[in-house]
DNA sequence: GTCTATAGCCCGATAGAC
DNA sequence: GTCTATCGGGCTATAGAC
């Protein structure tokens, strides 16, 4: 199975200024229902008949449009991971340091993900298996991956401390990683506000930023060349398109 | 729901030396049979009634004994973790290098899973998410995952380096999360025989014990309390019994 | 306590007529 | 796009045999 239905907007970079067909709108209204639904009743204890009545639309053409139940979830992570990149911007922009930057963006994307605190575990689970074509290390996840990644990348990029450009091209991916653990920390965390992965964050990117800055030290060679070689047998672990390219960009 | 059957035997420190009953036996052939199917099939693919058919009885006797497909799962926990550690003493004893040590007892666990390997990754999907009971951080999981920070508990017992008190107490349980991080990477891994997993985990392996053996030394305390103080708030971020007593235990 | 048989609910997913 | 009908599968309920 792939994910891609039919009927779904590439929402790259493609025209959005097209006005919506009538399909798009009743593909949207479906999605909005059922998100709602998920947040209120959970994953599991949505239906496809109670999404597709909330919509006013028969459950064959909620079929028609989300082939399955995890397109639902898919759709949804590609908003997601939209929208949190989009809001991450600022974020970077407002300070140079890694350790700000860092818990900034992680923040923003607790923030983002806040209304589905409730059923966010669920989708995980879905999306954990190395069966399902969710799992963020699979190939129809490219796409979305990338884009975490490339977030990543402007986190590392110009700021302080100083990192050496062969530690900046792996960088970016292990953050990501580390984005994707702490969203799991948040799933499961059921303390007030998740202050304690609140807190976790903290410490973290404090750990993560001094490791940073020792690594650039001239004394931490071995480290450096030890933690590069993991990180790049992770990265090739993965069915990524290509490492980037070291080329013309930025 | 919680995951303890009525008629499951406790497999603790009680007596395993009494005749099985007629009912422990069909129980374990219902068990037996599903992970012969599982392993065949696939976790999704196999059915209760697939099951139950196989093992030559009837549906509603499989959900006597195990009243969910989950319950089946679980089991498969109990099971592997317990063969898994028992399987890991002479490698532990065979060593008393750190690095050594922790490559051989993730080896030992890859090669207890190998018959798993096709389905591993749809129970951990089931496992995953943190509305399942059978998540490694719930409280039904306590018992199985304390065995398995005691298994790196005696990991670390009297391994070179020599690690101070005060981190051979956190290093159990951050050990165990690597441990299951490892297990994650050989579950999407398939490259012949998972060698892309067990590359990464021979460097993962030399880099922690560089890290351990740099944590003790003088000039890193700063570290040390750093990821002292992580530890300690992931590990406080789960429903765990209690801290490990400092007590009159080795 | 161990087990069979049957009947059925609910839900994800599908087929095909209109 | 709409609709009905249907399937397969997780799970439940009940009645009863030995």
Redesign the interface.
């Known amino acids: 199975m792939t994910l891609s239905a039919a009927p779904e907007p590439q929402t790259g970079a493609a025209p959005a200024t097209r006005q919506p067909t009538k399909g798009q709108l009743t593909r949207e209204r479906i999605y909005a229902r059922a998100m709602e639904l998920f947040a209120s009743n ?1 994953y ?1 204890k949505t239906t496809m008949r109670m999404i597709a009545e909330s919509a006013q639309v028969n459950v064959a053409l909620s079929y028609h449009y989300f082939p399955s139940k995890e397109h639902l979830v898919f759709a949804f992570y590609r908003n997601f991971t939209s929208e949190f990149i989009d809001r991450s911007a600022p974020v970077i922009a407002a300070s140079a340091r890694l350790e700000a930057r860092l818990v900034g963006v992680v923040e923003t994307m607790f923030a983002t993900a806040a209304p589905y605190h409730s059923f966010a ?2 989708l ?3 999306a ?5 074509p969710l ?1 963020p ?1 699979s190939s129809d996840f490219t796409e979305i991956r990338d884009s975490g990644i490339e977030l990543f990348r402007r986190v590392v990029d110009g700021c302080t401390p100083r990192v050496s450009a062969e530690v900046a091209e792996e960088l970016p991916f292990l953050l990501w990683m580390f984005d994707l653990s702490m969203m799991y ?1 948040w ?3 059921h ?1 007030a506000h998740q202050e ?2 609140r ?2 964050l903290r ?2 990117a ?2 993560i930023s ?1 490791l940073v800055r ?1 690594s650039s030290s001239p004394g931490a060679g ?2 450096r060349r ?2 590069l ?2 990180s790049s ?2 990265r ?2 993965i069915p990524l398109p290509a490492p980037p390219p070291a080329g013309p960009a930025t």
């Not at 954990?128 to 399902?132: E, I, M, R, T, V």
């Open positions: 959970g599991e575990g669920s995980f689970a879905t954990a298996s190395p069966a399902s799992n290390f920390c799933m499961h965390d303390s304690k992965a807190a976790l410490q973290s404090r750990l001094g020792f071995s480290f030890q933690l070689a993991l047998l992770i090739t672990s």
